[in-house]
């Protein structure tokens, strides 16, 4: 009898509790790399917004999508249950950031860029560093971005385009692998010690090409050698063609906040050329963007590396 008293005590729960455990149960067989997974991670915490946290991961998933997804598609890129993206998408609809027009497949409107501008307003270092970026890509004659580090990505918040060099379309809010990318691994160089080692515990490496490095002791030795020359050269580990060179901006405290890199193709720009005549141009740029950063005190001197 206690057996069956025990097999039917589910049955008993109240419903909204069930879907509640649903909707944060990751559907990828690796958990912690489901965005449900990391909310469910945080749903302890009494003052963690768990329906806002849900909302928010339903908006970024649009990001990965050309076409307009449904609810299926949105619950699988998530983890989320279907009932749940199915309550945020009626939420963001009524509040005027997604919209369908046949309540079917959904799409994102014109209003959610104010998320993103708030963003662009408010933080001096997307701000401010736009005409200065885009005097050094005119100089270079290249393609020049400044990103951060957020998680496992950089993430891209100026950009000046010369030329299309990756078969993916970069834009202001773009992420990539932080690993294989010359921005990430001058961020990740210039991280904590601790930060560095958990990133690394983690970090799965994915081979892009056949020059990618997918081994954790290459790439620790790779981001050593970064933090000591001051500079990441990323020669096709992410795309073949696509060669980039990066350097960290600091604010004044000496605190690497950014980085900004400069790419072109490896077919016609040589890896000596990028040192030579694309190092120095990055180096005093990186200085001017950190004065910009603290008006009025002095940044930290920049000292371009001897080429090789």
Known sequence: ??????????KRRPKRREEDHREAAPRDADSRLTPAARIESLAGDPSFMTSLARGLTVIEAFS????RPTTAVLSAQTGLSRAAVRRCLYTLKRLGFVDSDDERHFYLRPSVLSL???????????????????????????SCSIATLEGDDIVYVARSPVT???SVDLRIGSRLPAF???MGRVLLANTTPEKLRVYIA?????????????????LLRSLQTVKRAGYAIVDQ?????????????????????????????AQRVSR???????????????QELSLLLAPGVGARSFVPPAAH
């Open 180 to 182: 294989c990318t010359s």
């Open 1 to 10: 009898m206690s057996t069956g008293r025990t097999r039917s005590t589910p």
């Open 64 to 67: 990965g999508n050309r076409h």
């Open 272 to 286: 000596q050329d990028v040192q030579t005549r694309f190092l120095p141009a990055l180096l005093a740029t990186a």
């Open 202 to 218: 983690r970090l799965t490496l994915k081979r892009y090409t056949d020059r990618t490095i997918v081994s954790k002791e290459k």
């Open 116 to 142: 993103g501008y708030s963003y662009l307003y408010s933080t001096p270092l997307a701000n401010a560093t736009q005409p200065v970026l885009e005097r050094v890509s005119r100089l270079l004659r290249e």
């Open 164 to 166: 299309r060099i990756m």
């Open 237 to 265: 580990e992410l795309e073949i063609g696509l060669l980039s060179i990066a350097v960290p901006v600091w604010d004044s405290s000496g605190t690497v906040v950014a980085a900004l890199n400069a790419s072109t193709h």
